[in-house]
């Protein structure tokens, strides 16, 4: 139940993944898949789609069409 608390802790690990490796590196692409997907479980699909989007992006020029974790970023 402590859903404000994960919010937070998702965002932080995102922005260390960010300062890390960057905005178009895989690492970054999980970090924000799971802030997205949280997002997206608590219903609040305004902030999960444009997360989710670049997740897809960042994963198809990095990994390719065929890689498994593409096709999982298509699936969410």
């Known amino acids: 139940g ?3 608390k994960v919010e937070e802790l998702l965002k932080k690990s995102s922005d260390i993944y960010l300062k890390k490796f960057g905005e178009n590196h ?3 692409a999980g970090a924000i898949s799971n802030l997205g997907n949280f997002y ?3 219903g609040k699909l305004s902030e999960a789609t444009p997360l989710l989007a670049k997740v897809i992006t960042i ?3 990095t990994l390719g069409e065929n890689h498994a974790e593409y096709i999982a970023a298509l699936e969410n």
């Open 26 to 28: 895989p690492s970054y």
């Open 40 to 42: 997206r479980i608590s």
């Open 2 to 4: 402590k859903y404000d």
């Open 59 to 61: 994963r198809k020029n």
